[in-house]
């Protein structure tokens, strides 16, 4: 590694993952995990292997199917946690443990152990750790609210006992740029051997400076950012990847810094994170916003025609958006819809766009154009066909106007068993509701129903969001069609399935000393 790379650490898969309803498939989950690997991020933070069986199976197969990152997998302050960490990511080629502990006053209070017991538990936990990998990374937690001396203390105690990587974490996003510089440079010169490790930065957006803090960091002598695609993660999110990707690249004259990242994948994979999260990307997000690289006023635009650099100060394919002229409609072919998706940032297996061309096609049948933003919401949609979930729409009719009750007749479903139900409801959404409730009983609570349209027009397709939430877990469901009642179906039906699948992701109590899974990093 040489002084002037910054190492991108992903932890959309774990941080990212622990977001309110964002919770992902075991397919969906290799899927990104092979995005960010193509895409040259350095190592993913594939998950919490003791967290839950799919928690395990998804870091395990992760770890055998990636090609060049390094696969890490998060584990408390405990050895049952290193143990299970340690079994998951044992067929990498390239394996990480990551073990963490709260070391602030405020979280020291929580397992209730003294500085001095805190002490030994890290470097028992970091030398049994070591023994087990070769590349360890430790983060007191909550470091930016750790009295100085002893961070200090608890840092030279986990390098003495093997880390390699040693991670300073911004928990709940409380510091400001020059403090996050500053906390670096002191650490790095106070602490004995901070030569021989990488100091690494994981701010949270809480006050909406994750990306200033982590930039400030690497100024400062951090060389290793974590991060995750969209800004995903607790509350206001983690650093966004394509943030400090693009600041470095496009500011390169005062931050002389370099990753490994092809720039040009990234809108691909931020449309593809928005769609299985469940988080839509806002319009004015930087970098990947649909409004990044849109101009309105007439001075911009005016600007724009004569010299795209004076409002731009980086081109839309840099970060693999392209313009095309290649109009899309009921007579085009799949060799069409391949190369207009390829100009998207989209490329697909030749299964996964014999799929989509079907869809696109009766897409096509209802609307005279179909545009780019149709194609991204085709490809991106929870059909509800994933072989994991136990529910599936089979046909929807509803009966709505200004006469109720309003009425769905729904056929649903349930572990391949089709259920016939009719049902009434405040209006034909509430009705549908209704209907999948009295199919396929529940307690979850709708937290959020949300209707977008895709482009614009009558003919418009509608993309519903819809949040749920039972017993503290949040689940996030999305789909689009251009009769907005089946979206919001579909919608709802696939939260459930996330519903059911989050049902068995918690960890287990034993060690009531460790911090929680919602608490990590």
């Not at 002191?186 to 901070?194: F, G, H, Q, T, Y």
């Not at 005279?368 to 949609?381: H, N, P, Q």
Request: charged content about 25%.
């Amino acid at each position: 590694m040489t002084q002037d790379s910054v190492v991108i650490f992903d932890t959309t898969l774990r941080d990212g993952e622990q977001s309110p309803g964002a919770t992902m498939t075991h397919a969906e989950k290799l899927e990104i995990a092979e995005m960010l690997d193509d895409m040259g991020v350095d190592i993913i933070e594939a998950g919490f292997p003791i967290a839950s069986e799919g928690d395990f199976n998804a870091v395990s197969e992760i770890s055998k199917r990636s090609k060049n990152s390094v696969i890490c997998g998060l584990a408390r302050a405990n050895l049952k946690d290193i143990d299970r960490c340690a079994e998951a990511i044992r067929n990498a080629s390239q394996p990480r443990i990551h073990t963490f502990i709260g070391t602030s006053p405020l979280h020291r209070a929580i397992p209730n152990l003294t500085k001095d017991e805190m002490a030994e538990r890290i470097h028992t936990t970091v030398t049994h750790a070591r023994n087990l990998c070769d590349n360890v990374q430790w983060s007191p937690m909550d470091a930016t609210r750790t009295e100085y001396d002893y961070l200090c203390k608890t840092i030279e105690i986990a390098i003495n006992a093997g880390a390699t990587t040693i991670n300073i974490p911004d928990t709940v996003g409380y510091t400001a740029p020059k403090e996050s510089a500053d906390l670096i440079a002191k650490l790095i010169l106070d602490i004995p051997r901070s030569n021989e490790v990488i100091f690494a930065t994981h701010c949270h957006n809480d006050l909406g400076m994750a990306t200033a803090n982590s930039l400030a960091a690497v100024s400062a002598g951090a060389r290793q950012i974590e991060c995750t695609i969209n800004g995903l993660g607790e509350r206001a999110g983690n650093t966004a990847l394509e943030e400090v990707v693009m600041a470095l690249k496009v500011r390169n004259d005062i931050m002389p810094y370099r990753t490994n990242i092809d720039s040009t994948k990234i809108m691909a994979i931020s449309r593809r994170v928005a769609t299985v999260s469940g988080f839509a990307v806002q319009f004015n997000k930087a970098i990947v916003g649909k409004n990044a690289f849109a101009h309105e006023s007439g001075i911009h635009q005016d600007g724009m025609l004569k010299n795209s650099e004076t409002f731009e100060i980086m081109r839309p394919e840099d970060v693999g958006l392209s313009e095309t002229n290649l109009v899309m409609g009921k007579h085009s072919g799949r060799a069409a819809l391949r190369s207009k998706l390829k100009d998207l940032g989209i490329e697909l297996a030749d299964n996964q766009l014999n799929d989509v061309f079907i869809r696109f096609k009766s897409l096509a049948d209802l609307k005279k154009e179909v545009f780019d933003d149709d194609l991204i919401a085709l490809v991106g949609e929870d059909t509800g066909d994933n072989k994991s979930y136990k529910l599936g729409l089979k046909s929807l009719h509803v009966v709505c106007g200004t006469e109720g009750p309003q009425k769905a007749v729904l056929e649903l479903k349930i572990d391949d068993e089709i259920h016939f139900v009719t049902a009434t409801g405040d209006g034909p959404v509430d009705a549908t509701f209704n209907a999948v409730k009295e199919l396929f009983p529940h307690t979850a609570k709708l937290q959020l129903y949300q209707v977008h349209a895709v482009t614009e027009g009558t003919d418009a397709q509608a993309t519903v969001t819809v949040r749920m939430e039972e017993d503290g877990k949040i689940a996030t469901g999305q789909s689009a069609d251009t009769d907005t009642v089946v979206a919001s179906a579909k919608a709802y039906i696939n939260a459930l399935n996330k519903m059911v699948i989050k049902r068995e992701k918690s960890l287990p109590g034993e060690d009531t000393k460790s911090v929680s899974y919602k608490d990590a990093g």
